[in-house]
Antibody, heavy 120, light 107 residues
């Protein structure tokens, strides 16, 4: 059974940093691109970043470029999101998700999400 | 960025009814369109990928169609467990963008 389990959320002050992790199991992690998607309270979904299967390429939405870093450790089957210079608008639930390998790049498995509140 | 316009924003339907949700892309996304269902307090779940392919385990009453810039999700014979918010997403080009969501309620 595919499982994605995030950890590392919490309350953080503006300008500070936070790092999430997402532990994957039930599939060959190193075969799949992975993503982070966020959802502000009572709002829609917003793609944040994607990393390809071997970590050699990463993609970010403009609003987080230069502040967030997506990375992975295939030996540990773990995905990370390092978030620096946090802003109030980064407040959201962050989901780890797996990209499909074929038939487009839809996100076929999602974690339970981890909440981040950026506030002083 | 490719803009995804989803309609309607909310929808009320009766059990057993057929409902359709539309998604319009701001440019051709060549069928790289996914539909997700998000139940209250839960993570999104993939229903449809590549415009019309049913994800594993998804009931056959869900179907997707469309091409170019226009896509739709149809739910036949609405069940109580289908009460959710539905999102479309283009995965043709980065940044992958989502529609604003359609909240489906029972009448």
């Amino acid at each position: 059974e595919v499982q994605l389990v995030e950890s590392g959320g919490g309350l953080v002050q503006p300008g500070r940093s936070l790092k999430f992790s997402c532990a994957a199991s039930g599939f060959t992690f190193s075969d799949y691109a992975m993503a982070w998607v966020r959802q502000a309270p009572k709002k829609g979904l917003e793609w944040v970043a994607t990393i390809i299967y071997d970590g050699s390429s990463t993609y970010y939405r403009d609003s987080v470029k230069g502040r967030f870093t997506i990375s992975r450790d295939n030996a540990k089957s773990t995905l990370y999101l390092q978030m620096d210079s946090l802003r109030s608008e980064d407040t959201a639930t962050y989901y780890c998700a797996r990209h499909r390998n074929y038939g487009g790049h839809a996100l076929d498995y999602w974690g339970q999400g981890v909440m981040v509140t950026v506030s002083s | 960025d490719i803009q995804m316009t989803q309609s309607p924003a909310s929808l009320s339907a009766s059990l057993g009814e057929t409902v359709t949700i539309e998604c319009l892309a701001s440019e051709d996304i060549y069928s790289n369109l996914a539909w997700y269902q998000q139940k209250p307090g839960k993570s999104p779940q993939l229903l449809i990928y590549y415009a019309n392919s049913l994800n594993d385990g998804v009931p056959s009453r869900f179907s997707g169609s469309g091409s170019g810039t226009q896509y739709s999700l149809k739910i036949n014979s609405l069940q109580s467990e289908d009460v959710s918010i539905y999102f479309c997403q283009q995965n043709y080009d980065s940044p992958w963008t989502f529609g604003g969501g359609t909240k489906l309620e029972l009448k």
